[in-house]
């Protein structure tokens, strides 16, 4: 779809909120609440962004733009360069991050542009009435705040704890006492990497079921130090494809004209699960079991401590 930019305001520091309609009016594809849509940015950059209005408003997607001057370029484009009146493309929305349907209750965690897929279910929620929530929202200073006015008022505030840090790791919410002990909610937990690695180690002894992850931290932005350059093998073709750092093993398939199912890739929803034949891989995801890790690999974030490894693609 060309959808028309209709709005593109800044409402927290570096963060721009883009209201998508169709340029002749109508009623845009349904959402359910934690979708994202894939856009193409104006320096041709392909992203994805979760939608934040409430679904029933089909007339309209909103996202929200981070932008950072260190990544890659795509949010820099979409922050800079997108204004009222342009076109974008967007593909038609996807769903990684799913509400649960048959919870009765959730606690929804948030940290810094975490929050935009967890408005859409706030929002909803709202709406419905008839299930609980409680949103813990933690961001650096309330100027660096998506949304911080409308959590602030009627009829989010009585569900809505906002935590500001200032950076210091010291001054970060204490999630302990929300999770010791395990409840009949949902957890729902999206934003930087740190913060879903510390709500996974504090919420292991809740059911699997009850607690979901999306990470705003791609493949790419993800890269560390240590990284080393490896091959994959493809092993149903015999293809070797060189993954150099700061591109997944994912990126790299497509670069050579080889394509994976994936939909989130950042580790969080498991749809790039991939059988690993050999070698020794570097799990980065929030997905795989401990057994699963022996026989299983997310190509769209981790990588190879080896100099080689093969999967069954």
């Known amino acids: 779809m060309n959808l028309q930019v209709a ?7 570096d963060i721009r909120l883009l209201e ?3 340029p002749g009016g109508g009623e845009l594809p349904a959402f359910t609440p934690g979708a994202h849509v894939a856009v193409t940015a104006p320096n041709g950059m392909r992203r994805q962004y ?7 408003d089909r007339s309209r997607y909103e996202i929200a733009v981070k932008r950072d001057g260190a990544g890659h370029g795509g949010s820099v484009s979409m922050a800079d360069h997108v204004h009222a009146g342009d076109l974008l493309p967007v593909e038609p929305p996807r769903n990684a991050f799913e509400l649960s349907p048959g919870a009765p209750s959730f606690v929804f965690i948030a940290g810094g542009i975490g929050i935009t897929p967890i408005m859409s279910m706030v929002r909803q929620l709202a709406r419905e ?3 609980r929530y409680r949103l813990y929202y933690c961001t650096r200073s309330p100027g660096e705040t998506a949304f911080r006015e409308e959590l602030s008022a009627d009829p989010f505030r009585e569900n809505v704890v906002i935590h500001h840090d200032g950076g210091d790791p010291a001054r970060a919410l204490d999630l302990w006492p929300l999770l010791e002990k395990p409840t009949r909610a949902h957890i729902h937990c999206c934003g930087p990497r740190p913060l ?3 709500v996974r180690d504090m919420s292991g002894h809740w059911p699997a079921s009850a607690v979901r992850f999306e990470s705003f931290v791609d493949a790419a932005a993800a890269e560390r130090p240590e990284d080393r350059a490896f091959t994959v093998v493809l092993a149903r073709s015999g293809a070797r494809i060189a993954v150099p750092p700061g591109r997944s093993i994912l990126e790299a398939m497509r670069a050579g ?5 994936s939909s989130c890739e950042s580790g ?7 059988t690993l034949l050999s070698g020794e891989p570097d799990h980065r995801d929030m997905v795989l079991t401990e057994e699963e890790r022996a026989t299983r690999i997310m190509i769209c974030v981790s ?3 080896s100099a080689e490894i093969a999967i069954d693609r």
Request: charged share 25%; net charge positive; hydrophobic share 30%.
């Open 129 to 131: 009435g008839t299930r």
């Open 7 to 13: 709005r593109a305001v800044t409402i927290a520091r």
């Open 303 to 305: 990588r190879a401590r």
């Open 196 to 198: 879903l690695e510390a």
């Open 50 to 56: 979760s939608l934040c209005n409430d679904p029933a």
């Open 20 to 22: 998508l309609r169709p």
């Open 257 to 261: 004209g080889h394509d994976a199912p």
């Open 268 to 274: 969080t929803c498991g749809t790039c699960r991939t």
